[in-house]
Nanobody
Framework: VQLQASGGGSVQAGGSLRLSCVAS????????MSWYRQAPGKERELVATINGDSVPKYADSVKGRFSISRNNARYSVTLQMNNLKSEDMAVYYC???????????????????WGQGTQVTVSS
C-alpha cells in the first residue's frame, strides 16, 4: 500500500489550497486517514483526521479554516485549506492508520502508512 500526496504550493496569506492523497495497491479497505504537518524546527503535528464513517476531527489551530474529507471508493483523502496563515506553512503528510489489502493468497492488515510530504508555503 502506498500513499501519494499532491496539491501543495505557494499562496498568499488568506488564500486557499487543496491537498489530496490517494492510496494505491490491492486495497480492500483503508482505516482512519489523517493529515500531519511539520514546520522547520518543529515536531510533526496532527492537523486533521477522518475515520471510515467520515467523521472528522481537527487541531484547534485549523478549526473553521480547514476541512478534511475522504472518498472510500477511491481510497483518498482531501484537505481543503482556507484562509491560510503564515503559521500554516509546513510540509504536509498524509497518513493512513491501517489498510486491508490482498497479497495474492489472502487479505492482510497493515498499519502506519505515510505519504511523501508536500510543501505548503504561505507568504504574507
Amino acid at each position: 500500500v502506498q500513499l501519494q500526496a499532491s496539491g501543495g504550493g505557494s499562496v498568499q496569506a488568506g488564500g486557499s489550497l487543496r491537498l489530496s492523497c490517494v492510496a494505491s495497491g490491492s486495497i480492500f479497505n483503508v482505516g482512519p486517514m489523517s493529515w500531519y504537518r511539520q514546520a522547520p524546527g518543529k515536531e510533526r503535528e496532527l492537523v486533521a483526521t477522518i475515520n471510515g464513517d467520515s467523521v472528522p476531527k481537527y487541531a484547534d489551530s485549523v478549526k473553521g479554516r480547514f476541512s478534511i474529507s475522504r472518498n472510500n471508493a477511491r481510497y483518498s483523502v482531501t484537505l481543503q485549506m482556507n484562509n491560510l496563515k503564515s503559521e500554516d506553512m509546513a510540509v504536509y503528510y498524509c497518513y493512513a492508520a491501517s489498510a486491508i489489502y490482498y497479497n495474492g493468497d489472502r487479505y492482510h492488515t497493515g498499519t502506519d502508512y505515510w505519504g511523501q510530504g508536500t510543501q505548503v508555503t504561505v507568504s504574507s
